[in-house]
């Protein structure tokens, strides 16, 4: 058995319709796999953190929420950005964050 890669997949909530979301992120897993599997071997497995949450608690929504991701983040190998991420604040949050932690990102508004 090959190594396990963890993807966190940046991403807001309500963006787009939901199956415009879907297609945007099924893409950049795509591409992001393809690459992974060149760079590691065809035997790397590759999992996907989840980021579907539930109901928020609290009284600020986004505040939790994007505390979720960012604690989910924490688990990640590589942190993907799919394209048009820049628009929205909580994935320039999360980008920041990735950025200063030196996490490993994969930014597909720049790479796709």
């Known amino acids: 058995m ?3 890669v963890r993807i966190f997949v940046a991403g807001p909530i309500g ?3 939901t199956e415009e979301i879907q ?3 099924d893409e950049a897993l ?3 796999k393809e690459r992974i599997r060149n760079e590691m ?3 790397t ?7 579907k949450f539930g109901a928020a608690e609290g009284k600020h929504p986004a505040v939790y929420f994007i505390g979720r991701a960012i604690q989910e983040m924490s ?3 590589i942190v993907l950005f799919p394209k048009g991420w ?3 604040k909580t994935c320039r949050l999360e980008f920041k964050v990735a950025f200063r932690y030196r996490l490993k990102v994969m930014d597909m508004g720049v790479e796709g």
């Open 41 to 43: 071997g065809e035997e």
């Open 15 to 17: 963006w787009l319709e």
């Open 86 to 88: 820049e628009d929205f």
């Open 75 to 77: 688990k990640a190998d």
């Open 2 to 4: 090959g190594s396990v």
């Open 30 to 32: 795509r591409v992001a």
């Open 23 to 25: 297609k945007a992120r």
């Open 45 to 51: 497995e590759i999992e996907v953190l989840d980021t």
